[in-house]
């Protein structure tokens, strides 16, 4: 103590604390849209901007941006990180398109530095320590469900060079979703769940849902319009289907208190955006058909995704909103029943089903609809079948009205018994207004006993196949600045007016594999000690017994018996 | 009809005899090949460990020899006793902790004449503060003593004793003595007991292995010797509506913490890094107190501040050492000013604790609002110098670098920015090596009665090095102690350690092959019965047999 008196007292000419700007901020930003089958999508996003270079080594010093992920990009030099935790899936067919699908089950894909030596070392302790700090089983991936994509998955932030040996694709189907996945996701926002739109975050509601989506992206962007430096952007998203008609009581009419059991009350005071979109588009009909309460600040009019969406904003940044009451409660009430609300299929969605029977062989069948009206467009394919069914790639066919459709792209790396999955990509062109059918056949591979999951009788899961498309939109849309355009419309880059980018997941297939009875190998071994002591029994009889030849005595008890027989029946004994 | 009988009897005898020989042949076979191939191919794959170099390593004898070398100046001593120089001397302390731990403090000291480099040096007049002391480079863990003439004017009169930032003290000579080196001897003493380790720095370095019932609480302050540290600040405000809390954290960290960290990095790696987390509130309500209109936190109610804090804190994700937290908290406007009372009631002045083996917490209040101030969040520069004054000192406190009392007239040179002086950390060497050796003692036990409890275990080959490599590094490290190498000894303790965490903590241990016997036996039965019955029955019935006919030949004759 008096030591470090001394110390410091050397050192008491220190220079005022000069003022620098801060060097990271916060959005965050909620998005509620009706769904056509009557449902409400939640989407939350928190956006953590850092102007700072994470990948310098010593020390570190953290302020909005979360400590535990910071320190595992410097360490294992990422230069990407997406990682999605999802419960349900997304039925694109009656929820139209989503602002940002992920696949059933956990889902982790990293782009490293180009300066990293060992891709497959990093990748594992990298995705065992996502497994500690989010508590998911992602310490269960491992070469047999990784795979390194060439084409579907591309840097969404600044990237310089895109080889895709620094790229880990991993999908683990089976990955349940609940409230210890929640929690550390929630702890790594500045504000916590205590202000701001987190507030909302309170996971019995969460997950008393159809649908319940958590994702942590983490990229380099352009710090600003020169983009000569950049920046580090952590995205947490969080998307909930909330099935409105078993909570509200067939009705569709919903509010903020009624969905969350809560009302907001103030903005996070770390954030320098804070804002809920409500999507009021009509549909194209003149009458409007709903009303939101309270009255919106403004109005803000965007296309998304290939069609003009208009969306009331409140921002809870702005005093005037907490003047007139002191909680924010939003409400949304249609004015007319309307059961008739037919969903314009979306432009772009696809379908997955396993068929066949018996244990033997099978096959995998994904239908990918292009509903555009008149334009074709080419759709990127990933498919990654574990190894354990055994693809035919002769018998890979791809029908389109009919005819055969040969894809322009494909790459396929085939499975390796325990090492790694089957991997097949392909670059498919999908004519206007067309089905397109992809078949391959498979067979099941027998397992060793101790590789079946505890409920081997379930089944194994395959993960979904991806698809990601550039989907040409109806209507024209707009170049936007980044940074002023909503958050849910600005992960993926659009690379013009014309066309927004896609990607989508199937459903994960469920697959049954020849089981078998688990108290075989005891069973085995009593059968073969048996039939070896037996054989050994005799042999040894044989060899070591002496044989004489005996003289007929009396008889034994059966001649004896039969005997008494014949004399009851006055025959001669024997 | 008789001569048949006798063929057929001789022709069964033959029959007798070879199916003796067959059976006779098959316990052979059973016994010579079938017994050892069953052994080996059921056998678990042990590599052969040292264990009774680990059973020595269990009793520690902790040979811990301090070179020191008193130079004498010009005139200190008395004709009689200067011809005697240069001579060598040795004393000798031990300490025995329990019948398995003990501790015997060894000290060389070598008397001799100073050089004339030295002497210049030594007959200087220095001012008040700065003493030059001679320059030398002394090897960690030795001591340099030089003894001056009792009027010399290198250190200020009322100073008998002077104690350097690196590894050398000076010690005025009485005068009027005709014994000086008695005097001297004594005064020798005292100095290393300041400058080298204590009897209580190496006693709290094993408390692992010795009862609690010895020791104080201080032992328990520090943290465990590890191979790497990571240090981190965090500032809790839990009302960022109203405080809007900046603080120099990098500066700071550049300015003091880096000074004292660079001396250290030679015993660990340290690492750190520092976070703002906001909304994070301590576990307690504070008491207010209407006399000073503040808020009290007393101290029995510190206790439950950490916990609820520490799971805001976040766990390290990049490396397993330890973590150093040290906490500065902006308590809540509501909740200002707070501060933290002792057992006694009085307040701490500090305004911060210390958890033991965890970190430290401050609290910081921020300047009651002016009235013309209404404008919030209020912006709040957290001066730097205040906080760092206390996380510095309780990072000390958790290193283990105790403040050790001085004698009476004796002086301390300051460490400068330095952070650190060469003997301070020298003692910290000391404790840490003979704590490392303790641990490798213990680990290496432990391990070592877990693999021969259990015998089912597997230890490959890499496991088994690892454990050779472990003792062997001990042991050096225990040589080395005695050879007053001390530098050499922790790292030679340091490797120790590594190895054998390795193996202690290798996964391949924890493949362990389950068989319990029952199921064993489930698996052998219908295998080795059937087999094993029909030829034990043969051969008893052999040995009968050749029991009988042994008779029967007695009998005859």
């Given at each position: 103590m008096e030591q470090a008196k001394a110390?410091?007292?050397?050192?008491l000419l220190v220079p005022a604390l000069a003022a620098e700007p801060l060097r990271d901020s916060l959005r965050e930003e909620l998005l509620l849209s009706p769904l056509p089958s009557g449902d409400l999508a939640a989407t939350f996003q928190f956006r953590t901007r850092w102007d700072s270079d994470l990948q310098r080594e010593g020390v570190s010093h953290y302020r909005l941006f979360p400590k535990a992920l910071g320190q595992l990009i410097s360490k294992y030099s990422v230069r990407e990180l997406h990682l999605s935790l999802t419960q349900g899936f997304w039925r694109t067919r009656s929820w139209g398109q989503p602002y940002l699908q992920a696949p059933a089950g956990a889902e982790l894909w990293v782009w490293f530095q180009d300066s990293v030596a060992d891709v497959d070392k990093a990748w594992k302790d990298l995705s065992n320590i996502l497994s500690g700090i989010f508590c998911a089983s992602l310490n269960f991936i491992d070469s047999t469900n990784t795979v390194t994509p060439t084409a579907s998955f591309k840097p969404l932030g600044l990237a310089n060079a895109t080889d895709h040996h620094f790229l880990r694709y991993a999908v683990l189907p089976r990955e349940v979703v609940c409230t210890e996945n929640l929690t550390p996701w929630k702890k790594l926002l500045p504000c916590s769940s205590k202000a701001g739109l987190a507030v909302l975050l309170k996971a019995e509601?969460?997950?008393?849902?159809?649908?319940?989506?958590?994702?942590?992206?983490?990229?380099?962007i352009c710090r600003d319009g020169?983009?000569?430096?950049?920046?580090?952007?952590?995205?947490?998203?969080?998307?909930?289907?909330?099935?409105?008609?078993?909570?509200?009581?067939?009705?569709?009419?919903?509010?903020?208190?009624?969905?969350?059991?809560?009302?907001?009350?103030?903005?996070c005071p770390l954030a320098s955006q804070s804002k809920i979109y409500v999507d009021i588009s009509s549909k194209g009909q003149e009458n409007e058909l709903l009303e939101v309460t309270p009255a919106p600040q403004s109005v803000h009019e965007a296309s998304v995704q290939g069609n003009r969406r208009t969306y009331a904003v409140y921002d809870l940044l702005d005093p005037g909103l907490f003047n007139v009451s002191r909680s924010l409660n939003v409400q949304l009430k249609w004015k007319r029943p309307q059961d008739s609300l037919d969903l314009a299929a979306p432009v772009l969605h696809a379908q997955r089903y396993v068929s066949g029977y018996g244990l033997q062989t099978g096959e995998i069948s994904t239908l990918v609809y292009n509903t555009h009206p008149y334009r074709a467009f080419p759709v990127l394919l990933l498919e990654t079948v574990p190894w354990y069914l055994r693809l035919y790639i002769h018998t890979l066919t791809i029908i389109t009205k009919g005819k055969e459709n040969k894809p322009s792209y494909i790459h396929y790396q085939p499975a390796q018994d325990r090492r790694r999955p089957h991997l097949l990509e392909m670059l498919i062109q999908l004519p206007a207004n067309s089905v397109t059918k992809i078949t391959i056949q498979f067979e099941r591979a027998l397992l060793k006993w101790t590789e079946y999951t505890p409920d081997p009788n379930h089944g194994f899961y395959v993960s979904p196949s991806v698809l990601s498309a550039l989907v040409p939109s109806i209507i024209a849309m707009k170049e936007e600045d980044e940074e002023l355009s909503p958050l849910f419309a600005s992960l993926f880059p659009s690379s013009d007016g014309s066309s927004y980018f896609v990607r989508l997941y199937t459903e994960p297939l469920l697959v049954n594999l020849p089981t078998p009875d688990f108290s075989m190998p005891y069973n085995v071994i009593c059968l073969t000690c048996t039939v070896v002591a037996v054989c050994y029994g005799s042999f040894y009889n044989l060899l070591t017994r002496t044989f004489h030849v005996e003289e007929p005595s009396r008889g034994g008890l059966a001649k004896r018996l039969a005997n008494i027989i014949r004399k009851m029946r006055g025959v001669p004994p024997l | 009809m008789a001569a048949s009988a006798g063929v057929t009897g001789a022709v069964d005898a033959a029959e007798k005899a070879r199916g003796k020989y067959a059976a006779l042949s098959f316990a052979t076979i059973a016994v010579v090949v079938g017994l050892p191939l069953w052994w080996k191919t059921t056998a678990t794959d042990r590599a052969s460990l040292p264990y009774s170099e680990i059973a020595n390593l269990d009793t520690l004898e902790f040979q811990l020899t301090v070179p020191i070398s008193v130079v004498f100046a010009k005139g200190t001593l008395?004709?009689?006793?200067?011809?005697?120089?240069?001579?060598?001397?040795?004393?000798?302390?031990?300490?025995?902790?329990?019948?398995?731990?003990?501790?015997?403090?060894?000290?060389?000291?070598?008397?001799?004449?100073?050089?004339p480099q030295e002497e210049q040096a030594l007959s200087q007049v220095s001012g008040q503060d700065d003493v030059v002391l001679p320059a030398q480079e002394a090897p960690a863990g030795s001591l340099t003593i030089f003894v001056i003439p009792p009027g010399s004017h290198l250190?200020?009169?009322?100073?008998?004793?002077?104690?350097?930032?690196?590894?050398?003290?000076?010690?005025?000579?009485?005068g009027g003595t005709a014994d000086v080196l008695a005097v001297v001897r004594t005064k020798i003493q005292q100095v290393t007991r300041v400058m080298s380790f204590s009897a209580e720095s190496i006693t709290g370095a094993l408390s692992d292995r010795i009862p609690i019932l010895h020791l104080g609480t201080e032992w328990k302050r520090p943290f465990k010797s590890s191979l790497g540290y990571e240090i981190t600040f965090s500032l809790l405000n839990p009302d960022p509506k109203t405080h809007d809390v900046h603080w120099d954290i990098e500066g700071a960290i550049r300015r003091y913490v880096e000074p004292l960290l660079n001396k250290l990095r030679s015993v660990a790696e340290i690492s750190v890094d520092s976070q703002i987390l906001y909304y994070a509130a301590l576990g307690v309500t504070p008491r207010f107190d209407a006399s000073s209109s503040s808020y009290i936190l007393g101290a029995h109610s510190l206790p439950h501040v950490i916990n609820p804090v520490e799971a805001r804190l976040g766990s390290s994700a990049a490396s397993l050492f330890p973590v150093l937290n040290f906490l500065l908290y902006v308590p809540e406007r509501l909740h200002s000013p707070l501060y933290i009372q002792d057992k006694d009631g009085a307040a701490v002045s500090t305004n911060a604790f210390h958890s033991p083996r965890w970190g430290g917490i401050m609290v910081y209040n921020v300047e009651p609002e002016a009235a013309n101030e209404t404008s919030f969040p209020r912006r709040v520069d957290v001066d730097m110098v205040r906080v760092m004054e206390v996380f510095l000192a309780q990072l000390r406190l958790l290193f283990g670098i105790l403040p050790v009392p001085l004698p009476e007239d004796a002086l301390l040179e300051s460490f400068g920015n330095e952070g650190l002086s060469a003997w301070e950390l020298d003692r910290l060497l000391w404790a840490r090596t003979v704590e490392n050796v303790a641990t490798v003692a213990t680990t290496l036990t432990s391990l070592a009665q877990l693999l021969e409890k259990i015998s089912n275990i597997v230890i490959q080959e890499d496991v088994a090095s690892q454990v050779f490599h472990a003792v062997e590094s001990a042991q050096k490290a225990l040589l080395d102690l005695g050879l007053g190498h001390l530098e050499s000894a922790f790292q030679a303790s340091k490797e120790a350690v590594m190895s054998s965490e390795r193996a202690f903590f290798d996964p391949s241990l924890l493949h362990l092959l389950y068989f319990p016997d029952d199921q064993k036996f489930a698996i052998y039965i219908p295998l080795f019965l059937p087999m094993a019955v029909p030829i034990l029955l043969s051969l008893v019935k052999i040995l009968r047999e050749a029991r009988q006919s042994k008779k029967d030949s007695t009998k005859m004759d």
């Open positions: 110390l410091l007292g050397l050192l509601r969460l997950f008393h849902s159809s649908y319940h989506s958590q994702a942590v992206h983490i990229r380099p020169a983009c000569l430096t950049s920046s580090w952007e952590l995205r947490q998203t969080l998307t909930v289907v909330f099935d409105s008609f078993a909570t509200g009581q067939g009705k569709k009419d919903w509010s903020l208190f009624k969905i969350f059991s809560r009302t907001l009350t103030e903005a | 008395p004709g009689d006793q200067e011809r005697k120089l240069p001579f060598r001397e040795s004393q000798e302390a031990e300490t025995p902790l329990n019948p398995k731990t003990s501790v015997t403090a060894h000290y060389q000291i070598s008397y001799r004449r100073a050089t250190l200020p009169q009322v100073a008998t004793m002077y104690i350097g930032k690196h590894r050398s003290a000076i010690i005025r000579a009485p």
